[in-house]
Structure formats: C-alpha cells, structure tokens
C-alpha cells in the first residue's frame, strides 16, 4: 500500500510541474522578443547604413505607384462624395454601382480637363513670359543707368558716384545670373515635359490603383476596420478610431481647404496685375498660386521672384505689385483663409513656425508643405495622452481619498 501511495504522489507531482499557460508571461514573452527583434533590425540599419538605405529606395521605387494612387484617391475623395450626392439628389440615382462609377469619372474628366487646359492655356503663356524676360534683361541695365542719370540731373547735390560704383560692379554679376537663371527654365521645362511623357505608363498605373482604391474604398475601410478591432485592445477600439477620424480630418482639411484658397489667390492675383497693366501676369500669378500653399512664409516667397523681375521692367510697376501682393495676402490672412480653412490645424502661429522651419530644414519644400500638418495631428496625440493621463491620476486620486 505505501508503494502504490509513493506512485500516486509521484505522478501528482509530475503534473504539478507540466508547463501550465499564463497569459501574464505569455504577453511579456511577445514583447520582449517584439523588443529584441526591433533591436536588431536598428542594429541592422546602423551597421550596414548605405546598403539599408539602397533597400529602402528600392522598395519605395517599386511601391511609389500604390503610393501615389493612394495619395490621389485620398485627395479626390471628397470631389467624389459631393459629385455622388449631386446625382442622387438631381439624377435620382439610388443604385451604388453606377453612383459610383458616375461620379469617379466625372471627377476624373474634370481633373483630366483642368490638365489639359493647365497644359495647353497656362504653360506655353509662362514659356513665352520667360522668353521675353530672357530678351528683355541685357535692356535693365541701361534703364538702370538712365534711372540714375536722371536723379543726378534732378538733384545735383546727391553724391552718387559710391552708389554708382556699387551698382557697377555688383550689376554685371547680377544680370549673368539672372540670364542663367532665365536660360535654364526653358530647358528645366522642356526635360520635365519630356520626363512626363516617359512616365505616362507609371501615371496609367498611378490612375488605374486610385480609381481602384475610390471603388473599393467600402470593402478596404471595412477591411482596415477588422484589422483594429483584431489587434487593438478593446477598451482602446473607440478611441484609436477617433484619433484616425481626427487625423483624416487635420490632413483633409489642410490640403483642399489650402488648394482652394491658393487656387483664389492665384486667380485674383492675375485679374489684379491685368487690370493694373502689369507684364508677366501668368507667370507670377502662377508662382505666387503655388507658392501661397505654404502657410505664412508662402506669399513672401511668392511675391520675391515678382518684385525681382518687373523691378527689371519698372521700379514703379514693381512698387505697385509689392502694394498689390501686401493687400491680397492681407486679403487671404484676415478674411478668405479663416473662411475657407477655418480652425483646421489648431495651431498658434508660432507652432506654425516651426514646423514650417522644421519641415523645410528636412525635406525642403515638400516638408514644409507637410509639417504644419504632421505637427496639428502630433499636438492632437499629445493633447489625447495628456488627457488620458489626468484621467487615470483623477481616478487614483479619488480612490485614495478617504473622508475625515
């Protein structure tokens, strides 16, 4: 009997020791192997840098196409919405496939004619202005001479021979640099228009993955949706859902409420300077269009390359469009920005600073269009830690409070 009872402690013992599932030791297994691999891959991307970054670029290349169809849709997404619900409400349309499919290619007929129209009317007007100012700047130095002459014949008094001087040997410089300058942008056009028809095939791609995304975006949503509700903790669901739904609308807002008011600005800027008879209107009318996409530095980098070239034309023509671009942009600070873009970045002007300052430091123009928005959706996140955090202090607090 003591035999048989050994054997019974025996095997009782054994089955104490089998492993038994603890799914404390479990997660903190995964994390510590989630940490080591991360560890390594930086280990990996430090020690073998140029050979990381060339696998990087590689996959970027091979990606750029889904990327950008991406971007695209993103972009043209509400164009399709509003275009959708125009023709529910008109057209009486209740079916989901033709609404769809009517509405995506409308907006794309409408992007493909302001294109063409972008193309054919807005960038041989820019060719011909640069050409002309091309011909036209061996001209300024004489008028710049024949400017002074006259101040030196009007007002004998004035010693101008030190500003004389100046101008002479600084003049010379100027304008060969500005003929480089001007000589170039022709050529710069020409290789851009040419590497457009050499990616025609890749932009097919580009159009071909965004009308896909804009058709399927139900299914894909539905899909990103599984992905959070299977991964992300669940008393974490709602708020990581809100924190995408904000950052959708920080990103949205900026982008098309900016291109809007940037299209304005463009527009009035070249109705201004052709009822004011100012020369090269397309061009900087243009340029300061594009340029206005950049928050607060924008306009001054815009209005720059204008007051250089009609300073060349006139310096009276160019006081009038540096007084000109002064109110418009006031314009578009005080009344048409706020309309149209509203509150929709949050930031102080000074966070608007920096981040332009940042971005452009990182990723020049590209970053400085990006970082204003990047650091609105950065403060958000830090806005909704800090707020958790109390959170969970308040609750401590109040459970440790006892009443007297």
Known sequence: MSEKKQDVNIKSSDKTRKFQANNKYFTIAVYSIGVIFIGAIIIKLFLSWEESIATFRTIINILMPFFLGALIAYILNPAVKRIRRFLQ???????????????????YLLV?????????????QIIESIIELVNYIPKA?????????????NFPNLDMEVLRTTIN????????YLKDFAA??????????????QWIVNLLVVIMVSIYILADKKSLLNTFRGIIYAFVPVNHINSTIGILKEGNSIFGGFFIGKSIDSLIIGILCFIIMSILQLPYAVLISTIVGVTNMIPYFGPFIGAIPGVLILLLVSPLKALIFTIMILVL????????????????TGLKPLWIIIAITVG????????????????AFLRYLLNCYISYRLEIRKNKDSANFKPE
């Open 89 to 107: 409400k008109v057209c009486k349309l209740k079916k989901n496939t033709p609404l769809t499919v009517l509405s995506i290619a409308i907006t």
């Open 112 to 124: 493909l004619g302001f294109i063409i129209f972008a193309l054919f009317g807005i960038i041989p």
């Open 141 to 153: 130095a004489n008028i710049i001479y024949e400017f002074f002459d006259n101040i030196e014949e």
């Open 169 to 176: 040997n600084a003049l010379p410089d100027f304008i060969n």
């Open 184 to 197: 170039n942008m022709v050529p710069a056009l020409f290789s851009v228009s040419m590497s457009i028809v």
């Open 329 to 344: 942009q006031q314009f578009d600070g005080l009344i048409l920005g706020p309309k149209i873009l509203g509150n929709s």
């Open 360 to 375: 452009g430091s990182v990723a020049g123009v590209l970053g400085m269009l990006l970082g204003v928005p990047v650091v």
